[in-house]
């Protein structure tokens, strides 16, 4: 498995095409927010969660139940998270 870190939408938009797995996004990011890129990720079936100080109640009705770990976050939460994601990704 692979990891990608990128700094801009325009960037994680290109890796939707990439075959990623599951991807944490931060809700604002410095080109913007990623919302769109979020339900791109949903059509295409690849699991996500926000990570992010955003308020959760501003998110857009169709990405509200998308899972959300809060800033600051516990490093368990977030192992965690992924470990779920990746045990179904290859279930």
Sequence with gaps: MNTTVVSSIE?????????????????????????????????RNIPFAFVSGSDRARLPAVLRDTPFITKPYVVVTVTKMLKENIAAAFA
């Design 11 to 43: 960037s994680a938009m290109l890796q939707v095409n990439n075959g990623i797995t599951f991807a944490f996004l931060d809700i604002d990011v410095r080109d913007g927010k990623t919302y769109a890129l979020a339900e791109r990720l949903n059509d």
